[in-house]
């Protein structure tokens, strides 16, 4: 569960600087390089996301509803952050 979180932050932090600082910065300047370097390490991470996503979806026997919030987490900035701390921190 450790290495899952790690993961949740880093590709929640990928994804808003992609989002807010690299996609902008190739829209108003023309600069795709913020967008190269960032879009391969969150793609990664993104994939490791789902993969760690559905793992612990049998080990934890998540329902349905919570897969459904765990999986919309790394579609929404911001959601991999909600999702560690309602879901994946050790109580």
């Known amino acids: 569960m450790k290495l899952f979180r790690i993961?949740?932050?880093?590709?929640g932090?990928?994804?808003?600087l992609l989002l807010f600082v690299a996609?902008?910065?190739?829209?108003?300047?023309g600069?795709?390089?913020y967008v190269?370097?960032?879009?391969?390490?969150?793609?990664?991470?993104?994939v490791a996301y789902l993969g760690f996503t559905f793992y612990f979806k049998q080990e934890q026997n998540?329902?349905?509803k919570?897969?459904?919030?765990?999986?919309l987490g790394s579609v929404m900035p911001f959601g991999t952050f909600y999702v560690d701390n309602?879901?994946?921190r050790i109580k």
């Open 13 to 16: 932090l990928s994804y808003i």
């Open 62 to 64: 998540w329902s349905m």
């Open 23 to 29: 996609v902008p910065i190739k829209y108003s300047l």
């Open 7 to 11: 993961i949740a932050l880093l590709e």
């Open 36 to 46: 190269k370097l960032l879009g391969m390490p969150h793609g990664i991470l993104f």
């Open 31 to 33: 600069d795709t390089t």
């Open 86 to 88: 309602k879901y994946l």
């Open 66 to 71: 919570t897969l459904t919030i765990v999986l």
